[in-house]
């Protein structure tokens, strides 16, 4: 009684996530679920984005730095192209690592037990990340950093 029942195509089964079905939790226990992760996956964006930053600004800092102690040897030349790459390699990689934390929360606190809804899941949170790293993070931490080192 006053309980609604909601109906929708299954999944193949090779689609299942069956360890995920298994322990699907009831209904407002995976809204609770899916509130709190929503809140704790935006504060770890803006963590995340913020180290991620803030690591690149200070790596290109340190290398430009190093490259100034050099003088005019050929090691200024090197770290000089070096402080250009580096900084983007090093965010790449902190960014790239942020897919695999997403799909482990969505396995784990998603309530979604069809392979393919978590893999939208996890796109939609990382394209989330991408929007935050691209335009929010870039503008706050050379904002910052100008005004640190100026």
Known sequence: PGAAWHVWPCPEPR????????????????????????????????????????????????LDRLADLAGRSPLRLALMAVSGVIPVVVHNGLITAMAPVLRHLTERLGGRWARSHQDLSVQRWFSGFLRTVAFLVPLLSSSLSQALLA
């Open 15 to 62: 689609d299942v996530a069956w360890r995920a079905l298994e322990t699907l939790a009831p209904v407002p226990v995976r809204a609770r679920r899916a509130w709190a992760m929503r809140c704790a996956l935006y504060a770890a964006f803006v963590f995340w984005a913020s180290i991620t930053g803030a690591l690149a600004v200070g790596v290109q800092v340190l």
